[in-house]
Nanobody
Framework: QVQLKESGGGSVQAGGSLRLSCAAS??????????LGWFRQFPGKERDGVAT???????TYKDSVKGRFTISRDNASDTLYLQMNNLKPEDTAMYYC??????????????????WGQGTQVTVSS
């Protein structure tokens, strides 16, 4: 059973930092290559990918967060992290962690993320 729960959201001034955590379990029950990811949703918009990490450690980032955000995983504690530095008001959104229990040809396509957390709000003020 795949379970995910985000935490660490809050309010911060522009230029500040937040570290989001996601307790994630059940996604490695088979030998498939898997992906974990962070997504965000602005009001009235579709969920948008922020960062992904594949089972072999390869990462991808949305262009607008490159150099500011870092996705990582602690296998010992089954925790996914998103370190967010130099936050900007346009980063304000609901952030979700998600899991895909397989890849398509090694790619973490959005459609493969079938399991989602409940979301944690990040608000960045100017």
């Amino acid at each position: 059973q795949v379970q995910l729960k985000e935490s660490g959201g809050g309010s911060v001034q522009a230029g500040g930092s937040l570290r989001l955590s996601c307790a994630a379990s059940g996604y490695t029950d088979n030998e498939n290559e898997y992906c974990l990811g962070w997504f965000r949703q602005f009001p009235g918009k579709e969920r948008d990918g922020v960062a992904t990490i594949r089972s072999d450690g390869r990462t991808t980032y949305k262009d607008s967060v490159k150099g500011r955000f870092t996705i990582s995983r602690d296998n010992a504690s089954d925790t996914l992290y998103l370190q967010m530095n130099n936050l900007k008001p346009e980063d304000t959104a609901m952030y979700y962690c998600a899991a895909a229990t397989e890849t398509a040809g090694g790619y973490c396509f959005v459609r493969l993320f079938a399991y989602w957390g409940q979301g944690t709000q990040v608000t960045v003020s100017s």
